[in-house]
């Protein structure tokens, strides 16, 4: 697994202290994008949190995740949590360190009282001293938040003074995008009171070693969920349910859970969201397919990243953006001159790049930049290396709907019927496209659309 360290350089740790306006909580920023470009302890937001209990331990939510590895528990090592500005709202985000689960909390205008939050995304020191701190507020008193530094902090400090290191994975990085894009495609199959959401959540498996292999099932019923022995039309896909542990930490103050899914597609385990309601604030939770299985190997953004019609949209889409909250194909499409399926395309290889995430609730994309070498998703990505290496070698013989494709000392055939490749290899006979498409017909896609391939790897 290719892998690199990432080096987080904050002005000091993040804590919670007293002041003249009583309890502070300061998050310090590590190096980030902001609409004035890089700058290395970015500024979003200085003001009163409208209830402090509740953001504190969805803030720890998002830090469990982070801490966590739900299927072949290893020692703890995480990045530290993202945070963007998107200038009406505040959202922290990590992704599990096996791959599996993604976590995001929005703390929308409603929670904050302040000034304008700025745009811009970066890393945010959440630290163990600063944790216990947090589970320690039993009280909704006042609690200032800043993120970012405060002007002493701006005009005294020479350098960073805290600089974390921790390990990169390619995988982790091609998570993130793969459950933007698994998100897109899922709608609203059920929303729960307060008293249904305990009742349900309270009822799963918590789990202290690996979790269980195998697809678990729900569904909408009078009383809230229920489990169902198979998947009937809208149900949902509960893949290790025990995964969800990091929503006992704000149970108690949730007023509605809500959950996601794609359609129910021949029985297969699919991803799924679940998202806890909050007084001025959502998190949620999107689980991969199966506890076994991260998000980084599901070829959701292959086919976008196939195309070099896709790298240039997105570059005409990306200025677009503008860390708007809200992004709708729509929009862009009206004011790009693109497609909507351009556009959309457009939006998943933005997302390989950490600069769009995708909003449940709004039904729309977001613009972020995570902080991280992005280009290493696609350079790294193992299937679209070898895809771009057979294309590349001439590996790609077309005949009408039937292709060719020669890998080491075997030929594989790949067939088109009703805009779907078929392939005689193993992947396909293992995951019959479930995963995204093999090599084989990836490359026969590059090759049909003329994809800049020369060299193997652009």
């Not at 198979?230 to 859970?257: F, I, K, S, Y």
């Not at 084989?440 to 391939?453: C, F, I, N």
Request: glycine letters at 10%.
């Amino acid at each position: 697994m290719t892998r690199s360290v990432q080096a987080l350089a904050y002005a000091r740790p993040s804590a919670l202290e007293s002041s003249q306006v009583g309890a502070v909580l300061g998050l310090e920023t590590a190096g980030g994008l902001t609409p004035r470009g890089a700058e290395a302890h970015p500024r979003f937001f200085a003001g009163f949190l409208s209830a402090p209990r509740i953001a504190a331990r969805g803030l720890l939510a998002v830090a469990d995740v982070a801490a966590a590895r739900y299927y072949q528990r290893a020692l703890p090592s995480s990045l530290d949590p993202v945070v963007t500005g998107n200038g009406d709202r505040l959202r922290f985000e990590s992704f599990s360190g096996c791959c599996g689960v993604y976590a995001r909390l929005d703390v929308l205008q409603e929670g904050l009282d302040g000034e304008r939050t700025g745009h811009g995304t970066t890393n945010v020191d959440v630290n163990n001293p600063l944790r216990d701190a947090l589970s320690r507020i039993t009280a909704d008193d006042p609690l200032h938040l800043r993120v970012g530094p405060d002007e002493l902090a701006v005009t005294t400090l020479d350098g960073p003074v805290v600089e974390k290191k921790v390990p990169l994975p390619d995988r982790w990085l091609r998570g993130f995008a793969e459950a933007q894009v698994a998100s897109a495609g899922f709608d609203l199959r059920a929303e729960l009171t307060a008293a249904q959401a305990v009742a349900f959540l309270r009822s799963l498996p918590r789990g202290s070693g690996n979790a269980a292999r195998g697809a678990q099932w729900v569904v909408a019923s009078g009383s809230g969920l229920r489990p169902t022995t198979r998947p009937v039309p809208g149900a949902v896909c509960l893949p290790g349910p025990e995964r969800l542990v990091a929503l006992q930490r704000v149970l108690r103050h949730a007023t509605a859970l809500r959950v996601y899914g794609p359609p129910v597609a021949d029985g297969a385990a699919a991803a799924s969201a679940w998202e806890v309601v909050l007084p001025g604030m959502r998190l949620t939770l999107t689980l991969s397919p199966d506890s076994s299985r991260g998000f980084s190997g599901e070829g959701g953004v292959l086919e976008a990243l196939a195309t070099d019609d896709a790298a240039a949209d997105a570059e005409l889409v990306s200025v677009l953006l503008a860390w708007e909250p809200r992004i709708e194909p729509a929009s862009l499409a009206e004011q790009s001159g693109l497609s909507a399926e351009r556009v959309r395309a457009a939006l998943t290889r933005l997302g390989t790049a950490g600069r769009v995430g995708y909003d449940l609730a709004d039904a729309a994309y977001f613009h972020r930049e995570l902080p991280y070498d992005a280009d290493r998703v696609e350079r790294h990505n193992p299937r679209l290396v070898a895809a771009r290496e057979l294309a590349g070698a001439g590996a790609v013989t077309l005949d009408g709907t039937l292709a060719s494709v020669s890998s080491g000392d075997r030929r594989y055939q790949v067939r088109e019927s009703d805009g779907t490749l078929t392939c005689t290899c193993q992947w396909w006979a293992d995951y019959r496209g479930k995963r995204g498409p093999c090599k084989h017909a990836l490359a026969v896609t590059m090759v049909r659309r003329g994809a800049t391939v020369a060299g193997g790897v652009r």
